[in-house]
């Protein structure tokens, strides 16, 4: 009796304790922070930038400006808590999270260009080192930090210098931005104040790299998956990659037979000049078609059109 009463009591302590920790959990209080989040994403062919931070306001501030005497090195003076009055926001010559809070955050799913240096896939903290003529744009190993308090300068991986341009209008809260775009490239604008900091994001071969992924995509597909080497070869047409098209619109068709892989096949024995070949797999597409409830009547049309040497 007296063991069950100890149970019961400590089986009643734990569920007070997960109680109350739950609780505590659910209290956790969101205040607003004076420098708001925000995130920017661009895609370029297939490969996603984002850029994640936190936006200052200049509120009649000074912003830009040379760093206070005796201050040497690069080191940050973000410490709004140690600034001397009348220091510039962003001083000169001194690393700066460019941005607030937490260090901003740059991540890429694949290799890119910035300003024609390789900065290989991954997550990186960005910072920079202002200069009047100058500026430095730090990509930092360590993505996680707060601000550049922790900055440490021998995990960078990659720096690269930047043109500022100064502007009439005001920028009152920091922003990122990607302006202009292109297939295979992006502007990232550092806004702020009057002062504009482009750096260019480029991915070298857009096709090429679509075409590795989609690879990748077959090999990972599932034994009865059709459908992804089958988009595989479509992408790989549209870009005169005859060999890996027709090598996966077999697999598709290895996998299943259906209307819209035979189709296709027919299509593609059409423009290689094999007509008879193309008109025996058309109706086999077509049958097949039919059977699955599917809308052929284009495709017959189109089969109709061939047969009447139109095409």
Excluded: C
């Excluded at 200049?58 to 009055?85: C, F, H, M, S, Y």
Aim: aromatic share 10%; glycine share 6%; net charge positive.
């Amino acid at each position: 009796m007296i063991s069950q009463k100890r149970f019961y009591t400590s089986a009643f302590a734990l569920l007070f304790f997960a109680l109350g920790a739950v609780q505590y959990a659910a209290a956790q209080v969101r205040a607003p922070r004076p420098s708001q989040k925000a995130s920017v994403m661009q895609t370029i062919g297939v490969t996603d930038v984002s850029i994640t931070y936190s936006r200052p306001a200049v509120k009649g501030r000074v912003i830009w400006g040379d760093a206070p005497a005796g201050a040497t090195g690069e080191a940050t003076l973000d410490n709004q808590n140690t600034r001397p009055k009348g220091m510039p926001i962003v001083p000169y010559g001194h690393v700066w999270r460019t941005g607030a809070n937490e260090a901003t955050q740059f991540v890429v799913t694949d290799d890119i260009l910035i300003n024609g240096q390789k900065l290989a896939a991954g997550s990186y903290s960005l910072h920079t080192i202002p200069g009047k003529d100058e500026w430095t744009v730090v990509f930092n190993g360590t993505a996680n930090q707060w601000g550049s308090f922790d900055y440490d300068e021998k995990k960078d991986t990659l720096r690269v210098k930047a043109k500022p341009e100064w502007v009439n209008g005001n920028q009152e809260w920091l922003e990122y931005s990607f302006d202009p775009v292109t297939d295979s490239s992006a502007t990232v604008n550092i806004r702020w104040e009057k002062i504009r900091v482009p750096f260019t994001v480029e991915v070298k071969d857009v096709n090429a790299l679509a075409l590795s992924k989609a690879a990748a995509a077959v090999a990972a597909a599932k034994p009865d998956d059709w459908r992804t080497p089958l988009q595989a070869a479509s992408f790989a047409f549209q870009n005169k990659h005859e060999e890996e098209g027709n090598r996966w619109l077999d697999q598709s068709i290895k996998v299943k037979e259906t209307f819209q892989n035979l189709s296709s096949k027919a299509q593609r024995l059409f423009l290689a000049g094999k007509k008879d070949e193309a008109l025996a797999v058309a109706e086999k597409a077509i049958e097949r078609g039919k059977a699955d409830k599917v809308d052929t009547a284009a495709f017959e049309k189109r089969v109709a059109d061939m047969k009447a040497g139109k095409m």
